[in-house]
């Protein structure tokens, strides 16, 4: 990222001109000068936002797809996680391989992008309950002949978008850059001074807004509620104060603003699916072992959510 921190993006080459990214990224922003090649780009999100100045705006739960006429050479996640999925298509091999792969179901992949990506290179959709469904299934992999089952996936996923007759548009617009940039001054409270008590109202208060209007505003930029986004906080700074110090699980308690430490232990163990105890012999002994590989990187990234918080807010 521009500010020095990391997300993690996992690629797999599917097929020739095929691959497929797992992308976890913090909030901030990403800028680089590659060349975009002539390919089809999807993405869907499954958590998170991430926006360009022109072009792709896309929210939790939406699929973009564009074309290269569309340069993501920058882009912005305003959310404190962004979790999704990224497939590439090449114009020349790439079409050719899912041409063959798929040549039972009649695929014209030049008639489909066109469709796609639409007149502007790009168009945003709303998938319906069996596509949102088989995306979701992405993150289900284990280690069984992963690439093998990411490949079936991919495949059926085109074809069962190449048999939608009309992919729903998004109907939702996103906020205006200066409501964003008022939000993050609110979010910059919510995500400092853990210990002490900051409420919905003085998060709406920093950000110039009333409480209704700054809930309902941040949570559709954000994709997560204000103190949904709080207690992310909350938990991250004790998973480091546990990782990092000797402190009682009492003191990390109330370290990050929490007075009953049966209360803070069944908020972390929601969060990190180990008991504060439990995390911190795991974590200093290496055996944090997580159930499903794809998992373990939204998991991993969920501990560095406000680690930008410390920076300040935004003028």
């Known amino acids: 990222m521009d500010d020095g921190t990391a997300g993690v993006i996992d690629a797999f080459e599917l097929f020739d001109g095929v691959s497929l990214a797992f992308n976890s990224i913090p909030q901030g922003t990403a800028t680089w000068d590659d060349v975009e090649p002539l390919e089809l780009q999807i993405d869907w999100c499954l958590h998170g936002r991430f926006q360009l100045d022109d072009g792709i705006r896309l929210g939790e739960g939406e699929l973009a797809v564009h074309d290269e006429r569309v340069r993501k050479r920058s882009m912005e996640f305003p959310a404190p996680l962004y979790t999704g999925l990224t497939i ?137 509620t204000p103190m949904a986004f709080r207690r992310q906080c909350r938990m991250e700074r004790a998973a ?26 069944a908020a972390f163990a929601a969060t990190f699916k180990y008991s504060p105890s439990g995390y911190r012999t795991a974590n200093r002994s290496g055996n944090m072992h997580l159930t499903n590989s794809f998992q373990s990187r939204e998991l991993n990234m969920k501990r560095k959510l406000c680690r930008t918080c410390a920076s300040g807010p935004k003028h």
């Not at 853990?194 to 003085?202: F, G, I, K, N």
């Open 88 to 224: 590439r298509i090449s114009r020349s091999e790439g079409a050719k391989t899912l041409s063959r792969s798929l040549s039972a179901t009649s695929l014209d992949f030049d008639v489909l992008a066109q469709q796609l990506a639409g007149s502007s290179g790009c168009k945003v959709y709303a998938p319906d309950p069996s596509m949102k469904a088989l995306l979701e299934s992405f993150w289900d992999i284990d280690e069984r002949e992963p690439l093998m089952r990411l490949r079936l996936k991919t495949l059926e996923l085109i074809a069962l978008v190449n048999a939608t007759p009309r992919l729903a548009p998004r109907t939702e617009d996103y906020q205006r850059r200066s409501t964003i940039d008022s939000l993050e001054r609110g979010m910059w409270l919510l995500g400092s001074n853990l210990e002490h008590d900051v409420t919905v109202a003085d998060a709406a208060k920093a950000s110039c807004m009333g409480i209704s209007a700054f809930k309902e505003k941040f949570t559709k930029t954000f994709g997560v």
């Open 240 to 265: 480091q104060l546990l990782e990092t110090t000797e402190k009682s699980i009492s003191t990390v308690a109330l370290s990050v603003g929490y007075r009953n430490p049966s209360k803070f232990s």
